[in-house]
């Protein structure tokens, strides 16, 4: 019995070894291959830029995005934000904008249609109003730092780039952003080939940020604008997705020099928010949602876990082998930490952050088969593919 139990503790440590290792050779290679953009040239490009900016009770945020764009110095440039049926002063700071600097207009919103996600309808009625030869996207809570559309339109002509997508410096402030939201670059520089891009046409492997997307005007009719993605709660996955499919090139570049994001606010925000995105990011195939979690758990949770289980079953080899797996983790996540800016404490608590982001998984699974999925106000069907009515709350 005692041999059998030593068998089965030396597999699993094996097992866990094998697939960490593995992770970690597609992390070494995903980040070798995820570059920055670096800084424009003094040669400006005659393209003109239209920075879109859909925005739904964003007062906190927009002005400090407003601020970061006005400052920039590519030219021509248009600034134009949607007010998404707003119920505080987001209308109202966009107005004072506008006011002061010409390049800034409000567009006053439009409910959505039945079948349109609320965001896709208010990024397709700035898709239609814009006048530019690249159409930036990004969102009211980004701050972009000043040359970043500039060095954009340079990295968009140095790689060929029909679609661009900038992933920035996220901050974070509570314990539970800490936790959970530097674990979201870990996870898709470990397990998704990022070093393929541009190597091999799989539209499965798409992703981009929609903190900030460029799309040449060309490209993005080509594939039929957020139009062609209205139902998908994760449009810019979709939309990278469609890129691909389309033969269009995709480019995704470390933005963090660029531009800085605070996503949520707190454990109730990200709670939602993330509840909202994970389920509908894997679209109508849950078997990649399933194994996305399971490989998590198996190599990134599960070491963590066996140490007190093989240290109560008195496996000494197993349990010293597992905690080096542990080790070899928060080594990881440090290192990581240091390359994005991140927190430590984030990192350094990398099984608690884990076990959250997966139960944030759970109900995600959970809210999308009851079809009360929820954000802003609007709740979105289990088929994703429908905008349900406003409940009595909202």
Known sequence: MADACSIIANGAVLFMAAGLAILSANLALSLLTFRRPGHATSTPSPCRVSVLIPARNEESNIGPCLESAVAQAHDPLEILVLDDESTDRTAEIVSSFAERDARVRLIRGQPPPPGWIGKCWAAHQLGQAATGDLLLFTDADTAHRRGSVADAVAAMDAHGADLLSLWPRQITVSLAEKLVIPLGYALILMLRPHWLEGRARIPALGAANGQFIMFRRAAYERIGGHASVRDHIVEDVALSRRAIAAGLRLVNLDGQDQLSCRMYRGLAHLWEGLSKNLRAAFDDKPWAFVAFGALQFAFLLAPF??????????????????????????????????????????????????????????????????????????????????????????
């Open 305 to 394: 876990i066996a140490v007190p289980l093989l240290a109560a079953a008195h496996q000494p080899r197993a349990l010293w082998a597992s905690c080096a797996l542990c080790l070899w983790i928060l080594l990881m996540r440090l290192g990581l930490a240091a390359r994005f800016r991140g927190p430590v404490l984030g990192a350094l608590l990398h099984p608690l952050g884990q076990a959250l982001a997966l139960v944030l998984a759970v109900n995600s699974w959970v809210l999308s088969s009851r079809g009360t999925v929820r954000w802003k106000g609007r709740s979105y069907a289990p088929s994703l593919a429908k905008t349900l009515p406003p409940s009595n709350d909202d």
